[in-house]
T-cell receptor, first 110, second 118 residues
Framework: GQSLEQPSEVTAVEGAIVQINCTYQ??????LSWYQQHDGGAPTFLSY????GLEETGRFSSFLSRSDSYGYLLLQELQMKDSASYFC???????????FGAGTQVVVTP | DTEVTQTPKHLVMGMTNKKSLKCEQH?????MYWYKQKAKKPPELMFV???????INESVPSRFSPECPNSSLLNLHLHALQPEDSALYLC?????????????????FGEGSRLTVL
């Protein structure tokens, strides 16, 4: 079967660093994406890893290890606006069809 | 223009009504998607259109009927829905490719149509 596992909730204070882990088991793997979704909003793309290694985009970084079927999203210098749900998602075909994890609710406190 | 536009934003319908959700993108993307999302849950894939042809139907009940009139438009026709179909319906598009080189892992989502079935 297909599955993606990520923690359900993480709480941290402003300025802290948070790492959200994602392990996956899917038939077909083209890459691992991360999306942010605020309450009432649409998912927005954060990053994509097709190859092993670290991708850095501003305060957010994403890592992939294909051999371990594992990736993570690193959120640095947390801000209140980072409070949202974060989804890892596996691309299972060349078109970009995504299989989403259950999501991690990140709560940032003052 | 990097937007995916969905209408209506909110829709309330009875179980005997027929309604349609509309989605439009002008990014030249060749893949378009319908996802359904319940509160506190991840988006669930319903349909995928690639080059205006239905390529994936994730065993969606026939009361949901997708249509892709052209490369920029995607519709979802709704008929005889059930209260459990109440959800946020998200349209998305991607650059897509018949080869893996075109896959950037990025879907562009619209703001969604929030559907309530009474």
């Amino acid at each position: 079967g297909q599955s993606l596992e990520q923690p359900s909730e993480v709480t941290a204070v402003e300025g802290a660093i948070v790492q959200i882990n994602c392990t996956y088991q899917t038939s077909g793997f083209y890459g691992l994406s991360w999306y942010q979704q605020h309450d009432g909003g649409a998912p927005t793309f954060l990053s994509y890893n097709a190859l092993d290694g670290l991708e850095e985009t501003g305060r957010f970084s994403s890592f992939l290890s294909r051999s371990d079927s594992y990736g993570y999203l690193l959120l640095q210098e947390l801000q209140m606006k980072d409070s949202a749900s974060y989804f890892c998602a596996v691309s299972t075909d060349s078109w970009g069809k995504l299989q989403f994890g259950a999501g991690t609710q990140v709560v940032v406190t003052p | 223009d990097t937007e995916v536009t969905q209408t209506p934003k909110h829709l309330v319908m009875g179980m005997t009504n027929k309604k349609s959700l509309k989605c439009e993108q002008h990014m030249g993307h060749r893949a378009m998607y319908w996802y359904k999302q319940k509160a506190k849950k991840p988006p669930e894939l319903m349909f995928v259109y690639s080059y205006e042809k239905l390529s994936i139907n994730e065993s969606v009940p026939s009361r949901f009927s997708p249509e892709c009139p052209n490369s920029s438009l995607l519709n979802l026709h709704l008929h005889a829905l059930q209260p459990e179909d109440s959800a946020l319906y998200l349209c998305a598009s991607s650059q897509g490719s018949r080869t893996s080189g075109g896959n950037t892992g990025e879907l562009f989502f619209g703001e969604g149509s929030r559907l309530t079935v009474l």
